[in-house]
């Protein structure tokens, strides 16, 4: 069997992750693909770099990619995708890789894996590379959604001096960023799953099977936290990105942008932790049925614009 692994890594970590997970199809031909703008994102970043990605992060503008080092071809088994949410939305380079002519070419067809790496909000963006890959008749069969462990307001943090001074390292009180190395080493154990619905022709009920061993966490604090930020980010995207990139205003905007967005994390978190826990208790059912859904690799109706 053939199985191509595609990704795209700023950090290093999806790369880790694909890694990891590759030494489950341990016999098969595997050929490694990473997608590379033309025009490199920085990192570390500094402040202004970061929140200044966000507009056309959001809403999906394409950007330039270099050509993969192997001719392209439709002849995989499998592909893997592994990729990272930015602003709650696939990064540039994933999303513009999904809008290209070479993924119309070799996913149209073909069963499909996602693997994600992230702080801790990754079902919207999901969602967008659901509606992607349906364009592109590719098949979504499996999901594996890496995240930090850290509560909320402790990842902002650890991840926020990640990115702005590439140190990931626990410091403090605070615990070191991203995700845990068990975790990545884990892997390993979910490529053998994959690898062995793959060889039995089981991929229909991969997922369950995935999430029957922590493939999957869905929590619904985060869901309601993400669902409000999906539609504020809709807002602050078109804000800030109808100014011109050149302009005082925009700089004036993204600076905005750049202090409400990590102190709204920090007020709303607790406030709608406490409120997810009542709604809970008030529409248990309603709320474990989307949590539910967000498990499998349908498409949720709940992120509107998806």
């Keep these: 069997m053939k199985i191509l692994f595609l990704s795209y890594s700023q950090s290093g970590q999806a790369n880790d992750i694909v890694q990891s997970f590759a030494k489950g199809f341990e016999g098969e031909t595997c050929v490694f693909e990473q997608i590379k703008p033309v025009q490199p994102f920085p990192f ?80 919207g963006a999901q969602e967008k590379v659901k509606t992607h890959l349906l364009r592109l008749e590719g098949k979504l069969v499996g999901n594996v959604a890496l995240v930090d462990r850290t509560d909320n307001v402790k990842s902002v943090i650890t991840i926020l001096r990640w990115m702005l001074t590439g140190k990931k390292d626990a410091f403090w009180f605070f615990p070191p960023a991203g995700v845990a190395d068990a975790d990545i080493q884990n892997m390993a154990n979910m490529g053998k799953m994959v690898h062995e619905a793959l060889q039995q022709s089981t991929l229909d009920t991969l997922q369950t099977r995935l999430n029957e061993h922590g493939a999957i966490e869905v929590k619904p604090n985060l869901v309601l936290l993400e669902q409000r930020g999906q539609k504020a980010f809709g807002i602050w995207s078109k804000f800030i990105g109808n100014a011109n990139p050149q302009s005082l205003q925009r700089k004036i905007r993204v600076g905005i942008f750049s202090f409400l967005l990590p102190t709204a994390v920090f007020i709303l978190s607790p406030l709608l932790t406490i409120l997810s826990a009542v709604l809970l208790r008030v529409n248990k059912a309603k709320l474990t049925a989307v949590a539910n859904q967000f498990k499998q690799n349908g498409k949720v109706d709940f992120f509107k614009g998806n």
């Excluded at 990619?65 to 088994?77: E, G, K, V």
């Excluded at 809008?99 to 992230?118: H, M, N, R, Y």
């Design 44 to 123: 570390p970043w500094t402040t202004f770099q970061f929140f200044n990605a966000f507009p056309e992060t959001f809403s999906q503008q394409k950007i330039e990619l270099q050509p993969f080092s192997q001719p392209t071809t439709n002849d995989y088994d499998l592909i893997v995708l592994a990729y990272q949410p930015w602003f709650l939305t696939p990064s540039p380079a994933a999303s513009s890789f999904l809008q290209s002519d070479v993924a119309k070419e070799i996913f149209k067809g073909k069963p499909v894996v996602t693997l994600i790496g992230c702080r801790n909000m990754w079902l």
